[in-house]
Structure formats: C-alpha cells, structure tokens
C-alpha cells in the first residue's frame, strides 16, 4: 500500500523567512497530492493541492512542486508569518483513499 | 452545501468497556468515508476507509471496527477498549472517485483510563 514520508517532523524559522517541507511517497498510482494544515484541537484543513499531470501550481505565498518520476513534492511558504504556525501535513490519493504523512510542526518566531 | 457532523467531542471511557463514535454526511451522496487516529503530538493514521454502503477497508489491525449502515453514515466501534486507543479521531469525506480534497469533522478526543 501507499506510504507517504514527510520531513522534517518539526521547523522554525524567523518571521518573514521561507518555509520548506518535503514529501515523498511510495504508490505510483496516487494522482493526487494535498497538503493540508491543522490548528490546535480542529481537523485539518485543506490549503493547496496538486494533481499528477501538473509539476508546479502557486496561490498567494504558497507553492507545491511535484516530481512524478521522483515520487517527490514539496510545499514551499514564503514570507512566513506567526499565523502560519501549525502542522502541515501532506498527503497522496487515488480513487478510493488517501494516506497522510506524518506531520510537520511549524512554528514562525515573530 | 455539504457538512460533516461527528459526536462526542470529547469522551472518557473506562479499559474495557464500548465505543461508539458517529459521523454523518449532509450535501452529497455516496462520499468516500474515511476514519482516522492522531495520537498526541502525531500524524494521521487511517484506520478504515468505504466507498459505499457496507464496503468498509481496514488499513491497520485492531480492535477497533467500522461500518457503514447508511450511505452518509460511518460508525467506529469497539468491543472492549485499550489504553492504546487514547486519542483524537477524525472523520472525513471526500467525493466518490478520491481524488479530491477531503473534509474533516472536528473530531473526537477519546481518553481511556
């Protein structure tokens, strides 16, 4: 079955820095791949996702790349702010579930 | 407008006794129904996932069951709970074909003592 890594498991970074967090999963048949951030006591929240026959999408401060060939991807946030601050968790699908990574915390340092 | 409802919030239960955990779908029929565990400070293991009524996969071997008795309807059951089971746990949704964004409930934080 599907096995999704995630890394790294906790990041900090200064106000106004980049965040990087990488993925990489095992089923060549997942065709889709959302990230996903949790606040303190909710489930988590969908904030990007992209699709197999696309290798880089962008909305605002947020980008995913995705390398196919690789079984890569990756979220990128610039311009990080405190309210960034959470757990990111990047996921794989295909047509009938989706497996999870197993969570990055992130915590931006006014 | 679609909705996922999941109860109780939280719960205390006593090693060995039952679970029950309910989740219900308003706004779309035949969703994929998924159920997952989050232990503190952990990620999100999937424990059973249905694509339909009565179709219910196991991902990971427990003592925990789940069923599907409604289209919208997806139940998480346990004889007799372990310690083990303490933990947040997470209903979601997404539309037939899995391939899109799933929506959570709020969850449920379950403490056995």
């Known amino acids: 079955g599907e096995n999704v890594e995630q890394h790294p498991s906790t990041l900090s970074v200064q106000e106004g820095d980049s965040a990087v967090i990488k993925c990489t999963y095992s089923?060549?048949?997942?065709?889709?791949f959302p990230w996903y951030k949790q606040e303190l006591g909710k489930g988590p929240q969908l904030i990007i996702d992209?699709?197999?026959?696309?290798g880089e999408k962008k909305d605002q401060r947020i980008a995913v790349t995705l390398n196919k060939t690789a079984k890569h991807f990756s979220l990128h946030i610039t311009e990080t702010q405190p309210e960034d601050s959470a757990v990111y968790f990047c996921a794989a699908g295909s047509y009938d579930k989706v497996i999870f990574g197993p969570g990055t915390s992130l915590s931006v340092i006014p | 407008s679609q909705t996922i409802h999941q109860w109780p919030a939280t719960l205390v239960q006593p090693v060995g006794s039952p679970l029950s955990l309910e989740c219900t779908v308003e706004?779309?029929?035949?969703?994929?129904l998924y159920w997952y565990r989050q232990a503190a400070g952990r990620g999100l293991q999937l424990l059973f996932y249905?694509?339909?009524?009565?179709?219910i996969s196991s991902e990971v071997p427990q003592n925990l069951s789940a069923s599907r008795p409604q289209d919208r309807q997806f139940i998480l059951s346990s004889k007799k709970l372990l310690l083990s089971d303490s933990g947040f746990y997470l209903c979601?949704?997404?539309?037939?074909?899995?391939?899109?964004?799933?929506?959570f409930g709020q969850g449920t934080r379950l403490t056995v003592v």
């Open positions: 706004g779309t029929s035949n969703p994929n």
């Open positions: 979601a949704w997404n539309r037939a074909g899995g391939d899109t964004e799933a929506f």
């Open positions: 992209i699709r197999s026959n696309v």
């Open positions: 249905s694509v339909g009524i009565g179709q």
């Open positions: 089923d060549s048949a997942s065709n889709y």
